[in-house]
């Protein structure tokens, strides 16, 4: 453009430049989810038996640790989502969080590489405890605050507007990224820790994570940047809030239209009024002779806003459940894994590489989601994702309720052939059915998640509202260590035994089967309330009162106020939502 187009930068909230954003800027956040999940997805499948024979954690010990730490880790998530939707852009935010993980990796390597560094017998005090908590807290800091913006970074390199279907297809083959590297990090990886040593496993952690960041880095002049929102996520909501409750009074008008907005010419974009929640549409009466302020009036748009985030909540409670599954195949499947035949030929498998057969399934299957069944579903329900986010978070979560049933089927079988024949158990492969099955759960909810909390957030808060995925992960991750410890109590106190369900380090002498049945049972109560909250969930629809009739500004025009631009053509300038304009 000539240099008689002038633009005001900071009322730009989607800048889409010629040469930047598309599959081309996100190919280098594929490459770098690939790496940094190599050691992250590896270590904690494997840190389950870490803790037990290098720590001395006991059995419940060790498999609440490892859940509290994934689940700190996904709460963590929503800092960096925070962060980059309200001080910093994504990048920073990434890079700064990157630097926590990397030197966690670093100290978690020093720890095990040193004998003396480690506790003798279950004595897990002094400066090896601190040395061990601070490496475990950085790592949840700086891997959850990473996660907390990623998602939302990649997404934003695409026009949902133009490029149909394009943010969907970005997080299939975002997902893709993470699987491929998981399966690399639960084969190799693992095989290293357990066999040639646990810091030899970290250490390549560490440079898998650290090439990751560099890979992203060198991406920088090919994203989309966009600038954080001028007030806080959070500020707007409690404007909305505090708004309402002050107006309480006031009586809401018949014509939701009477309500307050700014004018079309503001930078703010703008939200269809929904008659959801009515009673948080008078934050949005101006009441008579008062000074609107943003604390006492706010607009439609804002109102909506607070409504969006409302809506999600019962959608981000319907998913933890099956999160909380997710969390014993990474823990009780792994011991499981361990007292079973491993061996295929000469070549013993270890026990944390068992979950690479749900990977591998979801590196087969996500292509041909994405390629196949999305076009075909597209042609059929003219949604373009194939089927609404919402959907697929729900076929997700009745695979989860099946994995579980058979996780138990299996263990029974587990159990009775080892009381029977210690020296000959079942081969590992019979728990390959509840880890495919749940992987291709989890390839319909989590990606559903992720696309679904995006594209229903304001602009100003997609990092933050992205983040709920993790937070569904985390809670999911508590949930399960609370479980335990619950489930461990009533039965010792219920059982003539006295022994808990999940008691000891022996698996053929507790009841983990009837854990697997209990979650099972759990998830379909679980279901029948997700159905419910889907079916009540009214998407977000925006208002393009003015889009429709955009305006073509040529090369040589001038703008003072530019609320959405978007750069289609060489010499063009599109520009959407825009009055106040001249030539």
Known sequence: MEEGTKLEYNSVRNCKMKGKGGFRASSFIYGFVGLDNIGFVANMVSMVLYLSFKMHFDLSGSANTVTNLLGSTYLLSIIGGFISDTYLNRFNTIIIFGTAEILAWALMTIQARYSFLQPKANSLEGGIAVLFYVSVCLLALGTGGVRGALPALGADQFDENNSKGAVGKYFNWLLLSSVSGSAIGVTIIVWISTNKGWWMGFLISFATTFLGFIIFVFGKPFYQLQLPAQTPPLTRILQ????????????????????????????????????????????????????????????????????????????????????????????????????????????????????????????????????????????????????????????????????????????????????????????????????????????????????????????????????????????????????????????????????????????????????????????????????????????????????????????????????????????????????????
Request: glycine share 4%; charged share 20%; hydrophobic share 45%.
């Open 240 to 583: 909305v809030i505090v708004a309402a409750i002050r107006n309480r009074k006031l009586q809401l008008p018949d014509n939701p239209q009477q309500l307050y907005e700014k004018d079309s010419d503001s930078s703010d974009p703008k939200i269809a009024h929904t008659n959801q929640f009515r009673c948080l549409d008078k934050a949005a009466v101006v009441p008579k002779s008062v000074e609107i302020t943003e604390w006492r009036v706010c607009t439609v748009s804002k109102v909506e806003e607070v409504k969006i985030v409302t809506r999600m909540l019962p959608i981000i409670g319907s998913t933890i459940i099956m999160n909380t599954c997710l969390a014993q195949l990474q823990t009780f499947s792994v011991q499981q894994g361990y007292r079973m035949n491993r061996h295929f030929g000469s070549f013993e498998v270890p026990a944390p590489s068992v979950p690479v057969i749900p990977l591998l399934f979801m590196c087969i299957l996500i292509p041909i989601y994405d390629l196949f069944f999305v076009p075909f579903a597209r042609k059929i329900t003219n949604h373009p994702s194939g089927i609404t986010q919402l959907q697929r978070v729900g076929v997700g979560l009745v695979l989860s309720i099946i994995s579980m049933g058979i996780a138990a089927l299996v263990e029974i079988k587990r159990k009775n052939q080892s009381l029977k024949n210690p020296l000959q158990p079942i081969h590992v492969f019979w728990l390959s059915f509840q880890y495919a099955i749940f992987g291709i759960a989890d390839m319909f909810t989590l990606v559903g998640m992720l696309e679904f909390f995006y594209k229903e957030a304001p602009i100003g808060m997609r990092s933050l509202s992205t983040s709920f995925t993790w937070i569904s992960l985390s809670f999911g991750y508590f949930l399960s260590s609370a479980f335990v410890d619950i489930i461990n109590s009533v039965t010792k106190r219920v059982s003539s035994s006295k022994k808990g369900w999940l008691d000891g380090q022996d698996l053929d002498q507790n009841n983990l089967q009837l854990f697997y049945w209990f979650l099972a049972i759990l998830s379909c109560l679980n279901f029948i309330n997700y159905i419910y909250w889907a079916c009540w969930y009214k998407y977000k629809s925006d208002d393009h009162q003015t889009s429709a009739n955009d305006i073509v500004l040529p090369k040589s025009a001038s703008v003072s106020r530019v609320p959405f631009l978007k750069v289609d053509h060489e010499n063009d300038v599109t520009l959407q939502g825009l009055e106040d304009h001249k030539n």
